[in-house]
């Protein structure tokens, strides 16, 4: 099991000084008014044992000012707001940088934990890798050849003709890693934010908080560290899309802070580079780009101020094409591709198989003298090599004219006709 990044203690053990913190309780307080400290401290997820320290400190320079209890209870907070002095605090520290969040991460303590719950710890069994396949239909060679490929956590090529699950297999391997990682909101370097954590690409999971340790004072605290998020292995799919531009940080000018490249926020996870060789980028300036990262382990970023500074690359990396691999790139290039798979077309059985399989999902009555027909007169007798995609394609054809014509949802030799001219361009 992964073990969290434990709750820091003291500011020092933030990874972050004072100031920075100072800033960040100014521009929230700026940002949503009247806070209590354990409202604050969920805020910008930080312990309130910290919280409360740096509160103090603030009501003393006169950046913040009590503004009484937040019920009848005597129990309750004191409520705090900027004071006059903190407006043009908040308000530099905002020309600074717009960010207002959860606390960053030190660079040292996201290159410790990504490499703490690195990939490459995660061994993957046959049955693990059967078990997520079981809904493709693929020959048996093509599993054992995978296996190693997707447990070495190395560079993946899928190349063959299109419509044959390249795709599919890919974001299928994604479904087998159950490692459950811990990802940060975001990232400080030489005084910038990166902004990291993406809710349309980490899934978050309930990790229930069983660590618990007493401090000297003998008060109980959570051992997890709240900047942190406890997630899924992640899974980016990216095609035709891909620039050079997405793989350096994003810099919004306005807001003053960053946004980790698309490659950055799959640490931990998997890559899949779709359709690779359709970029308006070319593939072998995409390798080129990757030479040191697919080789070393590592990734050089630059901030706008000229700083340049190290991230890991720790991710299984899969490139899919329907492109001949030497058309790709060089032997150079090809090279960094550690693990070169050809994903054959579906053999006569297997092809049955499929098409059986997508007429159990839509409750169409299969039927094997029928099917034979049809294979024979369009695939046999015209030497057209069958697909994966072709039978999904056929019955949802099919299904559109049932349904306009709304008749029952059926098969017959005219509706394959009229599905494969669909199909089919002569």
């Given at each position: 099991?992964?073990?969290?990044?434990?709750?820091?203690?003291?500011?020092?053990?933030?990874?972050?000084d004072a100031d920075t913190l100072h800033k960040l309780i100014g521009k929230t307080l700026h940002t949503l008014g009247t806070m209590t400290p354990s409202?604050?401290?969920?805020?910008i997820c930080m312990?309130?044992?910290?919280?409360?320290?740096?509160?103090?400190?603030?009501?003393?320079?006169?950046?913040?000012?009590?503004?009484?209890?937040?019920?009848?209870?005597?129990?309750?907070?004191?409520r705090y707001a900027l004071g006059g002095a903190g407006v043009p605090f908040a308000l530099e520290a905002l020309g600074q940088s717009k960010y207002v969040g959860p606390a960053p991460v030190s660079l040292d303590a996201f290159h410790?934990?990504?490499?703490?719950?690195?990939i490459r710890h995660e061994h993957i069994a046959r049955p693990d890798l059967e078990k997520c396949l079981n809904h493709l239909v693929l020959q048996e060679f093509l599993i054992?050849?995978?296996?190693?490929?997707v447990n070495s956590a190395k560079s993946i090529l899928f190349y063959g003709e299109p419509g044959n699950g390249k795709t599919s297999i890919a974001e299928a391997v994604g479904t087998v890693f159950q490692d459950v990682i811990y990802l940060p909101h975001c990232i400080?370097?030489?005084?910038?934010?990166?902004?990291?954590f993406d809710k349309t690409i980490h899934v978050p999971v309930e990790v229930p908080d069983r660590e618990l340790s007493e401090s000297d004072q003998g008060e109980k605290r959570v051992a997890r560290d709240p900047r942190w998020v406890a997630c899924r292995r992640p899974v980016i799919l990216t095609g035709g899309e891909l620039t050079?531009?997405?793989?350096?940080?994003?810099?919004?000018?306005?807001?003053?802070f960053y946004e980790a490249p698309i490659h950055l926020k799959a640490s931990g996870g998997i890559f899949i580079v779709d359709d690779f060789g359709r970029q308006q980028t070319s593939p072998q300036a995409i390798l080129n780009r990757w030479i040191i990262p697919l080789e070393r382990g590592?990734?050089?970023?630059?901030?706008?101020?000229?700083?340049?500074f190290s991230v890991p690359f720790d991710q299984l990396a899969i490139f899919s094409t329907n492109i001949s691999p030497h058309e790709l790139a060089d032997a150079a290039g090809l090279r960094r591709l550690y693990y070169k798979l050809n994903i054959p077309v579906p053999t006569a059985e297997d092809f049955r198989l499929i098409f059986l399989h997508e007429c159990e999902a839509r409750q169409i009555q299969f039927e094997e003298a029928q099917f034979e027909r049809f294979f024979k007169r369009y695939y046999l007798d015209q030497g057209n090599a069958p697909a994966g995609h072709h039978p999904k394609y056929i019955l949802d054809f099919i299904s559109s004219v049932c349904s306009y014509r709304g008749s029952e949802l059926r098969l017959d030799d005219e509706l394959l006709e009229g599905a494969w001219q669909n199909l089919h361009i002569v």
């Open positions: 099991m992964i073990t969290a990044p434990r709750a820091p203690r003291t500011v020092e053990e933030t990874g972050l409202a604050i401290a969920r805020e312990p309130i044992q910290i919280v409360s320290p740096l509160i103090g400190e603030m009501q003393k320079l006169q950046l913040i000012e009590a503004r009484g209890l937040a019920g009848a209870d005597m129990r309750s907070e004191l410790d934990q990504i490499r703490a719950q690195t054992d050849r995978l296996g190693p490929a400080e370097v030489g005084g910038q934010i990166i902004n990291f050079l531009q997405m793989l350096d940080l994003m810099y919004n000018p306005v807001a003053n590592y990734d050089f970023l630059a901030l706008h101020t000229g700083k340049k």
